[in-house]
């Protein structure tokens, strides 16, 4: 059974930094892209930064030049780095695995409030 944990969120000030973490156990055949979304607290969904197999990455113009998502070696755990966080930044992030068949496989989220 493939899960998805994320960790590493929590209350940060503004300017502020922290590193989700997101462990993927169980075997997913032929991952194409691994990424991040955020949900703000009015519910809108944001693919924030995301990462191929040949590890390219992609990044929302919010975070770019403040965000960095990687994965270790073994491709079991991947990252997002963020830095000079804003009070926008404040939802529930959320680490996503999609495979060669399109499915997605998805982390239970962990959410992150940045206090002005």
């Known amino acids: 059974q493939v899960q998805l944990v994320e960790s590493g969120g929590g209350l940060v000030q503004a300017g502020g930094s922290l590193r989700l973490s997101c462990v993927v156990s169980?075997?997913?055949?032929?991952?194409?892209?691994m990424g991040w979304y955020r949900q703000t607290p009015g519910n809108q969904r944001e693919l924030v930064a995301s990462?191929?197999?040949?590890?390219?990455?992609t990044y929302a113009d919010s975070v770019k030049g403040r965000a960095t998502i990687s994965r270790d070696n073994a491709g079991d755990t991947m990252y997002l780095q963020m830095s000079s966080l804003k009070p926008a930044d404040t939802g529930v992030y959320s680490c996503?695995?999609?495979?060669?068949?399109?499915?997605?496989?998805w982390g239970q989220g962990t959410q992150v409030t940045v206090s002005s």
């Open positions: 996503t695995a999609r495979d060669f068949f399109q499915r997605i496989y």
């Open positions: 169980g075997t997913i055949r032929g991952v194409v892209q």
């Open positions: 990462l191929t197999k040949d590890d390219s990455p």
